[in-house]
């Protein structure tokens, strides 16, 4: 047995997968702009005329300064609950990305909307009493960038609408009755990975590194009964092994329970002179990626990323949902809901703007040749 193997544990199985509403549009990699995942169930407008003057003398706005609500209170100022996984120093542009899509909608902050920041700063024992603070300061809406948040808030409130960003499998994990009806009072937008997704991780690494034959995947695996805490990690890896034995690659699973696992865990690739290396983004990766950035590239280890934000750590390269344009994004949920639209009725949304991001920084520290059809797909490319 490896040093490698000796670290996998049977966290490398196949998990349940819920129900995956979306899948890819076209065959091979393409760029962002036509790259995109079907949304089933859109919900139209459901637009109602009513008498303008008679609107704004209900709800004491004047004819100028935004969007108007239909169900807001004379002078009651909208106010939006924001709550983030990470550190307000290493996420922050979320939170911006969310302000900027309600900017684009017309809201403009302290005048017609309110947004309330709260990080858990890695902690996720930390979201029931995040979202209580939010829920006594009367808020509209919350907007929760976590699966285990939202459950939490869910679990909180039956009243206020909950919008979540960035959730592996809603139906699963007990948010959402469906994808297209999701009944209650939360919805948001999906970050649900299809087989054929996962594949392009190993397509793309391969092709980066033509040499690599034997690739570790690095799996979140933290102590948890939470089945959005070890999230579907397993199941991921499962998927990419016919695209590893199409191009002649060995995939092996490199469970990580906590942060202090990293350094063996890096220890025992290079011992096995594993020769790529495939990070899946969970809650233990999210929250250490500059440390494993650090790591992958100190052990000299290509790697492939599944959210940009690592690559532009440092990390070698990145492909898979912009998760800036998914915060962007839940604002129109939140405009949505604020002007009288009901959770229970608004679809769950599947990512539409993917990305891939190269960094030939890292790719010249590394000694790797890029090669220029790679370069020319990529979305964004760090130099």
């Given at each position: 047995?490896?040093?490698?193997?000796?670290?996998?544990?049977?966290?490398?199985?196949?998990g349940k997968?819920?129900?995956?509403?979306?899948?890819?549009?076209?065959?091979?990699?393409?760029?962002?702009?036509?790259y995109?995942f079907?949304?089933?169930?859109?919900?139209?407008?459901?637009?109602?005329i009513?008498?303008r003057?008679?609107?704004?003398?209900a709800t004491g706005l004047?004819?100028?300064?935004g969007?108007r609500?239909?169900?807001?209170q004379p002078?009651?100022?909208?106010?939006?609950g924001?709550?983030?996984?990470?550190?307000?120093s290493?996420n922050?542009?979320?939170?911006?990305?969310?302000?900027?899509?309600?900017?684009?909608?017309?809201?403009v902050?302290?005048?017609n909307i309110?947004?309330?920041?709260?990080w858990?700063?890695?902690?996720?024992e930390?979201?029931?009493?995040?979202?209580?603070?939010?829920?006594?300061?009367k808020?509209d809406?919350?907007?929760?960038?976590?699966?285990?948040?939202?459950?939490a808030?869910?679990?909180?409130?039956?009243?206020?609408p909950?919008?979540?960003?960035g959730?592996?499998?809603a139906?699963?994990?007990?948010l959402?009755?469906s994808?297209?009806?999701?009944?209650g009072?939360?919805?948001?937008?999906?970050?649900?990975?299809?087989p054929a997704?996962?594949g392009?991780?190993?397509?793309?690494?391969?092709?980066?590194?033509?040499?690599?034959?034997?690739?570790?995947?690095?799996?979140?695996?933290?102590?948890?009964?939470?089945?959005?805490?070890q999230?579907?990690?397993?199941?991921?890896?499962?998927a990419?092994q016919?695209?590893?034995?199409?191009?002649?690659v060995?995939l092996?699973?490199?469970?990580?329970r906590?942060?202090s696992?990293?350094?063996?865990?890096?220890?025992?690739?290079?011992?096995?002179?594993?020769?790529?290396?495939?990070?899946?983004t969970?809650?233990l990766?999210?929250?250490?990626?500059a440390?494993?950035?650090?790591l992958a590239?100190?052990?000299?280890?290509?790697?492939?990323?599944?959210?940009?934000?690592f690559?532009r750590?440092?990390?070698?390269?990145?492909?898979?949902?912009?998760?800036?344009?998914m915060?962007?994004?839940?604002?129109?949920?939140?405009?949505?809901?604020?002007?009288?639209?009901k959770?229970?009725?608004?679809p769950?949304?599947?990512?539409?703007?993917?990305e891939?991001?190269?960094?030939?920084k890292?790719?010249?520290?590394?000694?790797?040749?890029?090669p220029?059809?790679?370069?020319?797909r990529?979305?964004?490319?760090?130099?």
């Open positions: 047995m490896s040093a490698l193997d000796s670290l996998v544990s049977r966290h490398c199985t196949d997968r819920g129900p995956t509403p979306c899948r890819p549009t076209a065959t091979g990699l393409r760029s962002s702009r036509a995109r079907r949304q089933r169930g859109a919900a139209g407008t459901g637009e109602r009513v008498d003057r008679a609107f704004l003398a004047s004819l100028v300064g969007p609500f239909a169900k807001a002078g009651k100022i909208p106010r939006v924001f709550v983030e996984a990470g550190s307000r290493a922050q542009h979320f939170a911006d990305a969310f302000r900027a899509g309600l900017r684009e909608l017309g809201y902050e302290g005048q309110i947004v309330e920041e709260r858990a700063d890695g902690n996720i930390r979201f029931p009493d995040l979202v209580a603070d939010l829920l006594r300061s808020v809406v919350i907007v929760q960038a976590s699966g285990v948040g939202a459950q808030a869910k679990k909180a409130t039956a009243s206020v909950v919008v979540f960003v959730v592996t499998d139906v699963e994990l007990g959402v009755e994808v297209a009806r999701p009944g009072n939360v919805t948001g937008l999906s970050l649900a990975f299809t997704f996962a392009k991780w190993v397509e793309l690494l391969k092709e980066a590194v033509p040499r690599a034959t034997h690739v570790v995947v690095l799996l979140n695996a933290l102590r948890s009964s939470n089945p959005i805490v999230g579907a990690n397993p199941s991921l890896l499962n990419m016919p695209a590893a034995a199409k191009l002649g060995k092996t699973g490199a469970p990580v906590d942060a696992a990293l350094d063996t865990t890096f220890e025992a690739m290079t011992k096995d002179h594993v020769e790529g290396l495939i990070v899946l969970g809650p990766t999210l929250r250490h990626r440390r494993i950035v650090k590239n100190t052990h000299r280890l290509p790697t492939m990323y599944s959210f940009g934000e690559a750590a440092g990390g070698l390269m990145a492909y898979g949902p912009s998760v800036s344009d915060f962007r994004r839940a604002a129109t949920y939140v405009d949505r809901i604020l002007k009288g639209a959770p229970a009725e608004l769950v949304e599947q990512p539409t703007k993917f891939l991001v190269i960094n030939m890292t790719a010249n520290a590394l000694a790797l040749t890029m220029p059809s790679l370069l020319l990529a979305d964004e490319v760090i130099r």
